[in-house]
C-alpha cells in the first residue's frame, strides 16, 4: 500500500474492511437462498434428442453474450449494447478501486488509463442515460423502487467519480488532488457494504437464476430456444 | 396517518406465500432489477402502449411486494425502500391484485424467456393467483370451473352419463360414416395399449375431434380405450394457481391408467392439458411418472411413420399457418413435431412470425376464456395475435389446443380475418386414405364382410337410419332467435328442411314470449341482439319455471356466450355453435341435443 496521506490510508483501509464485510453478507446471502427447499420436476424430459436440462442451463448461463438468442436483446439490441458499457464500466471502476491500492503503479500507465478512462466515462454516458429513462418513462417510474433510483444515482456518481480520479491517477493535468482517489475508495467502500442489501446484489443470484430457469427448461425441451 | 392492520386474509396468503417458496421461486423474487426489457414481449403490453401496468414487472411485482415485506432483510426494515410498504394490507387491495393477477396476464411465460436475469414473471403471477384462490378471491368463471373440477372430475361440468352418451353418439356417427361398427369407441378396456384422455370442451361442443380421433385408432389398429372416470386432460388448477386442485385433476387421470393397466396416456390436443397432465401434474401430486404420456400429434405422426395410417396431403389443400400453444411450446418444448405433421397432411403450410417458443400468446391462455368480465381486455390484447396470422395469407389457422381454438376463433371474428382454426386432428382425419390404412390392409376380407353381411350390425336400429337422416328433425318444434334477418331466414330454412316445425323472435322478449306460448323443443339462441340481449334472455328462460326445461343452443358469432358457459349464473346452454355455422353440423347437433333430453326425461 502506498501512503501518500493519512487520509489515504485510512480510505484504503476501510476500503479493504468494506470488502471483508461484503464477502461475510454475501455468504449470509447465499446460505439464505439455499436455506429454501431446491425445486424439483419430475416429469420426464420433454424433448431429449434436443436437448436436456444441462444444455438448458449452459445456454442460459450464457445467454448474456449472446444477444441474438433473446427477442429482447435482438430488438433492443441498443439497450442491450448500454448495459454492456455499463458492466463493462462496473468491472473497469472495481479494477481500478483495487489496483489503485495494490498496484498504482499500472494504474498510472497509459493503456490501463485509456481503457479504464474509457470505460468509465462511457459507461457513466449510459449511466446518466438511464437515470433520465428511469425517471421520465412511465413504466420505468411505475416499477422503480427507491432503491433503483438511488443505486443508479451513486453508481452514476461513481462511474464520474471513477473517471476524473483515473485521471488523477494517470497525471493528467487539472486532476491533481489526492482527495479524488480518497472520496473514490469511501464511495467505493460505501457500495461494497450496501450492496448485499439493495438491487445491485442481482449479480450474486444471477448465476443460479439464470442456471435454474435455463436447466427447467433445458429439461422440458424449450432452451436453448429454436427459430424457424 | 397510521397503516391498516392486516386482515386475516392477508395474513393467510403471507402463510400460503411461505409455503410455495422454493429456490427457484426466491431467486425470481430477487433477481428483477427492473430493467423494463421484458416489457415489449407482452401482448398486453403491446396492445396497450399508454398503460404501463401492462408491464411484466409491475404484475409480478406484486408477489414480490409480499415476499419483501416477510422475506427480505431490507424489505423487513425498511419496507418503503424496496416497494415493500405498498404489499397488500386490507381486503380491498385484493380486487385490485385479482384483476392484475387474473386479468392482464396469461401466465403465456413469454417475458420469462426474455429476461436477461432468468425471472420466471408467469410463474410469479400464477403464485398470485393462488394466494387469491387459497383466499377465495377470483373470477366467477374461475371459481365455478374450479368447483367443477374439484367435484364433478371435469372443468366443464360434464356428468358421466352425458359424457358416455356422446361417446356413444360418436360411435353411432362413426358407424353410419363407415357402414360398420368396428370402430365403436372402447370404454374402460381393461389392459389396452393406450387410454385417451380428452378435454371436455371435446365432449360438450366440439364432439367431432372425439369422432375424428377414434377413427383415426381404428384406422391405425390400435389397441385404445377411453375411460369412464379420470378422462379431462384438462386442469384448472394450472390457471387458478392451486395445486391441490391441479394435483387431484391429474391423479384421477394416472389412478384410472394404473386401474386400467394401461401402457400410456394419450393426451388430446390441448395445451395446458398437455402441460398439465404431462408435466405439471406430476409434480403438484407428488406421483412419480410410471407411465409414458404423449400428445395425440405425436401418436398420429409415429402411426404415419410407422406406416400404419396413410394420409394424402393434397386432400388439404388450403393453406395452413399454425398457431403454437404457449404451454406447449414454451413450458413443454412441444412445438416440432406438430410442424412435422402439418408438413405431411396439408399442402401450402405458412410459418407464422415470430414461432415456436417465440410465439405469442392467442390470448385465451391462463384460463383467461372463462374469465368474460376481462373480455374487451382480452380482444383488445388481441390485435398483436391478428396481425401475426393476417401477415400469412392463410385461410386455416391450426392450432393444438383446444383453448387457442377459442382464443383464436374469437379474435378471427373480432379482427374479421376471414379464416378458420382447425386441429391437426381434423386435418390428419380429412388427409386419410383409409384403404391404405393398417385396419384395412390387415383385415380387408372381415371389414367387407362387416359392412355388408354382418347381421347383427344390420339389425343394430341406428344404421338403418335413412328415413331419419332426411327429415331428423320431423314433430320437432324449434324456436329461432336471431336479430338479423338473413341468418334468421337460413336458420329457419334449415330446421324446416330437416322436418322441424318453427317460430322465430328477433330479440330477447320476443323469445321469452314465444318459448312460453310456442313450447319448443329446443331454442336456437343468437347472444347479441339489441333490447333484451341472449345472454338475459337465456338466463331468464332458465329461471322460469315453464321455460327452463328447454334445451338451448347457442349460436352466437360473438365471444360473450363465454360468459354462460364459464361464469354459470344457470346451468350452461346444452350446446353451442360459431357463426358461420355448417347445416349438416347444425341440423345433427341439435338432433343430437333433443334426442338426449328426451333420454334423459324417460
Ligand atoms: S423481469 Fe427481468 S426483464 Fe423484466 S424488469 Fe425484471 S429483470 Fe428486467
Ligand atoms: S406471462 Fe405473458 S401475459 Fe403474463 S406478463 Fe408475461 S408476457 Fe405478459
Known amino acids: ?71 429482447s436483446t435482438r430488438k433492443g439490441f441498443a439497450f442491450y449494447l448500454t448495459f454492456v458499457i455499463f458492466h463493462i464500466g462496473v468491472v473497469a471502476g472495481i479494477s481500478l478501486a483495487f489496483l489503485s491500492t495494490i498496484a498504482p503503479g499500472l494504474v498510472a500507465a497509459r493503456p490501463f488509463a485509456w481503457v479504464c478512462g474509457v470505460a468509465l466515462v462511457a459507461a457513466f454516458g449510459v449511466a446518466v442515460y438511464r437515470v433520465f429513462r428511469r425517471l421520465f418513462r412511465p413504466v420505468m417510474k411505475l416499477i422503480s423502487t427507491p432503491d433503483d433510483y438511488f443505486s443508479l444515482f451513486m453508481l452514476t456518481i461513481w462511474f464520474g467519480l471513477g473517471a476524473v480520479t483515473q485521471a488523477h491517477l494517470a497525471g493528467v493535468a487539472g486532476f491533481e488532488s489526492v482527495n479524488l482517489l480518497v472520496a473514490y475508495l469511501f464511495l467505493t467502500s460505501f457500495f461494497l457494504i450496501y450492496v448485499p442489501f439493495s438491487k445491485i446484489s442481482h449479480y450474486l443470484y444471477y448465476p443460479f437464476t439464470r442456471l435454474w430457469i435455463g436447466r427447467t427448461l433445458g429439461h422440458r425441451g424449450s432452451y436453448p430456444i429454436a427459430r424457424g | 396517518m397510521s397503516k391498516p392492520a392486516k386482515t386475516h386474509k392477508i395474513k393467510m396468503m403471507e402463510e400460503q406465500l411461505a409455503r410455495k417458496l422454493n429456490r427457484q421461486v426466491v431467486g425470481s423474487l430477487v433477481g428483477c432489477v427492473h430493467c423494463g426489457m421484458c416489457n415489449e414481449c407482452c401482448h398486453y403490453v403491446l396492445s396497450h402502449p399508454d398503460d404501463p401496468k401492462m408491464t411484466p414487472s409491475y404484475k409480478a411485482d406484486q408477489v414480490r411486494k409480499l415476499f419483501k415485506a416477510n422475506h427480505d432483510w431490507t424489505g423487513s426494515v425498511f419496507p418503503w425502500w424496496v416497494g415493500a410498504d405498498k404489499a397488500p394490507l386490507t381486503d380491498d387491495d385484493l380486487d385490485k391484485l385479482k384483476d392484475i393477477a387474473f386479468g392482464t396476464c396469461t401466465n403465456c411465460r413469454r417475458c420469462t424467456i426474455n429476461c436477461p436475469m432468468g425471472v420466471d414473471t408467469a410463474t410469479l403471477n400464477r403464485i398470485m393467483r393462488g394466494l387469491l384462490t387459497h383466499v377465495g378471491v377470483m373470477p366467477e368463471g374461475v371459481r365455478v370451473v374450479s368447483k367443477d373440477q374439484w367435484e364433478l372430475g371435469n372443468q366443464m361440468g360434464v356428468l358421466k352419463e352425458d359424457y358416455l352418451d356422446t361417446l356413444e353418439w360418436m360411435s353411432e356417427e362413426l358407424e353410419e360414416d363407415l357402414g360398420h361398427g368396428e370402430a365403436a369407441i372402447p370404454v374402460d378396456k381393461p389392459g389396452a395399449r393406450v387410454m385417451y384422455a380428452i378435454n371436455p370442451r371435446e365432449v360438450k361442443y366440439d364432439p367431432r375431434t372425439i369422432k375424428e380421433a377414434a377413427l383415426i385408432f381404428w384406422a391405425a389398429g ?25 394435483g387431484a385433476s391429474a391423479k384421477r387421470e394416472y389412478d384410472k391408467a394404473r386401474e386400467l393397466g394401461v401402457d400410456k396416456i394419450v393426451i388430446s390436443e390441448c395445451g395446458h392439458g398437455y402441460r398439465s397432465t404431462r408435466c405439471e401434474g406430476v409434480n403438484w401430486s407428488g406421483d412419480a411418472q410410471a407411465f409414458p404420456m404423449e400428445s395425440s400429434v405425436i401418436t398420429m405422426l409415429n402411426y404415419i411413420k410407422e406406416g400404419k395410417i396413410v394420409v394424402d396431403p393434397t386432400k388439404n389443400p388450403k393453406r395452413v399457418t399454425f398457431h403454437d400453444s404457449c404451454n406447449n411450446a414454451r413450458s413443454c418444448g412441444f412445438y416440432e413435431e406438430p410442424r412435422e405433421l402439418l408438413r405431411l397432411v396439408t399442402t401450402d403450410f405458412q410459418e407464422m412470425y415470430p414461432n415456436r417458443a417465440e410465439n405469442f400468446c392467442c390470448t385465451g391462455g391462463g384460463g383467461a376464456m372463462s374469465m368474460s368480465e376481462y373480455t374487451p381486455r382480452r380482444l383488445k390484447s388481441a390485435q398483436i395475435k391478428a396481425n401475426q396470422i393476417r401477415e400469412t395469407g392463410a385461410e386455416i389457422v391450426v392450432t393444438s389446443c383446444h383453448n387457442c381454438v377459442d382464443g383464436l376463433s374469437d379474435l378471427i371474428k373480432h379482427y374479421k380475418l376471414g379464416c378458420e382454426v382447425k386441429q391437426l386432428v381434423d386435418l390428419v382425419a380429412d388427409a386419410l386414405v383409409l384403404e391404405e390404412c393398417y385396419v384395412m390392409k390387415s383385415r380387408p376380407v372381415a371389414v367387407a364382410a362387416v359392412a355388408s353381411e354382418e347381421p347383427a350390425a344390420a339389425a343394430r336400429p341406428v344404421p338403418v337410419a335413412a328415413p331419419a337422416a332426411a327429415a331428423p328433425l320431423a314433430g320437432r318444434k324449434v324456436l329461432v332467435v336471431d336479430d338479423e334477418e338473413d341468418i334468421r331466414t337460413f336458420l329457419v330454412t334449415v330446421f324446416e328442411d330437416a322436418g322441424a316445425e318453427v317460430e322465430q323472435a328477433a330479440d330477447g322478449n320476443e323469445c321469452l314470449a314465444k318459448a312460453r306460448t310456442f313450447k319448443p323443443d329446443l331454442i336456437s339462441l343468437d347472444l347479441s341482439m339489441p333490447g333484451k340481449s341472449g345472454v338475459d334472455a337465456f338466463v331468464e328462460l332458465r329461471r322460469t319455471e315453464e321455460t327452463q326445461e328447454i334445451p338451448v343452443c347457442v349460436v352466437t358469432g360473438h365471444p360473450e356466450f363465454r360468459q354462460v358457459i364459464y361464469d354459470r349464473p344457470v346451468p350452461p346452454p346444452e350446446g353451442y355453435l360459431n357463426k358461420p355455422v355448417d347445416e349438416d353440423k347444425l341440423v345433427s347437433y341439435v338432433a343430437h341435443i333433443i334426442e338426449h333430453r328426451e333420454a334423459k326425461a324417460n
Do not use: C, Q
Not at chain 1, 479493504?16 to 464485510?21: C, N, P, S
Not at chain 1, 437462498?33 to 442460459?60: C, E, H, I
Open chain 2, 222 to 246: 390400435e389397441d385404445w380405450t377411453m375411460p369412464s372416470e379420470g378422462w379431462d386432460n384438462t386442469n384448472f388448477g394450472l390457471f387458478s394457481g392451486d395445486d391441490g386442485l391441479g
Open chain 1, 1 to 71: 500500500m502506498h501512503e501518500s496521506s493519512s487520509l489515504l490510508h485510512t480510505a484504503e483501509v476501510v476500503h479493504w474492511i468494506a470488502l471483508i464485510v461484503m464477502a461475510v453478507v454475501y455468504t449470509m446471502r447465499l446460505r439464505w437462498l439455499f436455506k429454501f427447499k431446491p425445486g424439483v420436476d419430475r416429469s420426464a424430459p420433454g424433448s431429449p434428442a434436443r436437448t436436456n436440462a444441462k444444455r438448458g442451463g449452459f445456454y442460459s448461463l450464457f445467454n448474456v453474450a449472446m444477444p441474438w438468442s433473446m427477442e
